[in-house]
């Protein structure tokens, strides 16, 4: 087995805006990026066909940011172009936010346009994704759309915040800044998703009948996405989109609202009654709910105009609901 050694000659000095003191980036980091770089030129049957084994990362890969203010460095990779990380969505990025337990990846995607700023106390990453769901960008002509996080630090994780020219609303929960996957089979489950949610990832899952695969089904899975505090608790809650039944026709799915409790339990406050789209607006926190029933089978841009229903939390219920 090959071994880049010392593995020390690939970290190199970065140096933080303002600040005098060198950054060194923690090996893992290091290790990473030359995994990737190397991984690409693998070939099993002929382990000579490429080009000479990249041993230190090049400049402006490994980038110290602050997005946490915990006296810690945080790391972005911004991956070179020239490793097949870029395509129509942009190219990759991967943010790295320290923790009293090591580091979580807060980002990892393909982004067009890529910027951290700061507004009042709070550090923003704003990105540009390719055909997002953003309806007030769509309709100006744009199918590129703007999102902007920022960072909870109970959730470990970033939330969905206006944008610098303040675009606030987004179809469904908006863009994740990281992708769930799956394992074997299972969610790779974050940290701080209740165990209620992760459990819908099976338990609303539909299996079709799928002539083109091997096995002769496909299964589909429930989109589980993290949501800003809907209830004014300051919690990031969850939504989980149902799949349609299998040739339902059906583009828009039912949609659940979870809350987060303190102890990480969580509790379904809102479910639709039948399939309906559902817009999140984080002009204000706690963040606003929207569903429209009404684009059940036609959706925008068809012909139809769907009517939206602010959902607004009621301490009395326990539930999300209309105004009374």
């Known amino acids: 087995m090959i071994r880049i050694t010392p593995l020390a000659a690939a970290v190199f000095a970065l140096v933080l805006p303002g600040m005098a003191m060198a950054q060194t980036p923690p090996e893992g980091f290091v290790w990473l990026v030359l995994k990737g770089m190397n991984d690409l030129h693998d070939d099993p049957e002929d382990p000579t066909n490429g080009p000479p084994i990249v041993t230190e990362v090049p400049a402006g890969v490994l980038k110290p940011v602050d997005i946490n203010h ?3 460095t945080d790391w972005l990779i911004d991956w070179p172009e020239d490793i097949s990380v870029c395509g129509t969505g942009g190219c990759l990025k991967s943010l790295y936010v320290s923790g009293p337990d090591g580091f979580t990846r807060a980002l ?26 953003c309806p007030t960008q769509e309709a100006a002509g744009d199918w590129d759309c703007f999102y902007a996080w920022g960072w909870d630090e109970s959730a470990r994780a970033l939330i969905a915040r206006p944008t610098r020219k303040g675009v606030a609303v987004m179809d469904g929960a908006g863009s994740p800044p990281v992708e769930l996957t799956e394992v074997d089979g299972r969610l790779s489950q974050p940290a701080d998703m209740p165990g209620d949610v992760a459990a ?8 079709c009948k799928a002539d083109w695969t091997e096995s002769g089904y496909s299964v589909i899975h429930p989109v589980i996405s993290r949501l800003p505090d809907v209830d004014g608790d300051g919690i990031p809650d969850w939504s989980v989109v149902q799949p349609s039944a299998c040739d339902s026709g059906v583009s828009s799915k039912r949609s659940q609202i979870w809350r987060t409790g303190a102890d990480n339990a969580a509790t379904l406050i809102y479910e639709s009654e039948e399939a309906a789209r559902f817009r999140t607006d984080v002009s204000a926190r706690p963040a606003v709910l929207s569903v429209s029933p009404a684009c059940e089978v036609a959706g925008e841009g068809e012909g139809q105009t769907c009517r939206y ?14 105004s009374a």
């Open 309 to 322: 229903v602010s959902l607004h939390w009621n301490a009395v219920t326990r539930r999300l609901g209309p």
């Open 70 to 72: 915990d006296g810690q």
């Open 108 to 133: 990892d995607r393909q982004v067009l346009e890529f910027d951290i700023h700061t507004v009042g106390d709070e550090v923003r990453v704003e990105a540009m994704v390719h055909h997002g769901e």
């Open 200 to 207: 819908q990832w099976v338990g609303a899952q539909v299996v």
